[in-house]
């Protein structure tokens, strides 16, 4: 896997942000701290990615940019209303082969399962998956694991190791 840092062509990358090629992302791409952007990822126009976001292999950010609905003008030629925003909030993974439709927030700390579409706005701490998207359950077990999580994300990043293996006493055997 050939891992690259954003240089002049994405200039509003964090410098810790690693996108693997290849990739599609639109020039005004904004990142946070210790982003992941794996392969084959298609990110369209006005998004902002919070710090530790993660997205699997061919996650895509589009749609909202055709006008379809005027009368005896094909849609090639209808013109494009303005990009919605998309923010994807601290701490987020989106799974493998997600699409999310542009102009959604996903709110912090969700996870987007694999394959899901993501089309409406994604609650902070869910996990949700399908298609479209729907909550399959909360992340952690109460609110005080969430309030745990909101201070840690609160504190200054911190350097660590990507996706670092845990070691369980199963795997010392």
Known sequence: MLLFRAGHRLRHVHPTAFITRPASISRDLRTGAYCFINRGAFIGPRVALGNYVIFGPEVAIVGGDHVY?????????????????????????????????????????????????????????????????????????????????????AQPCVPREYCKPKVTEDDSR
């Open 69 to 153: 609905d005027e009368a005896g003008t094909p849609i090639c030629f209808t013109g494009r209303p303005p990009m919605p925003k998309t923010v994807i909030e601290d701490d987020v993974w989106v799974g493998q082969r997600s699409v999310i439709k542009a102009g959604v927030r996903i709110g912090r700390g969700a996870v987007v399962a694999m394959g899901s579409v993501v089309t409406k706005d994604v609650e902070p701490y869910t996990i949700v998956g399908g298609v479209p998207a729907k909550l399959i359950k909360r992340r952690f077990r109460s609110p005080e694991e969430e309030s745990e999580h909101d201070r840690m994300l």
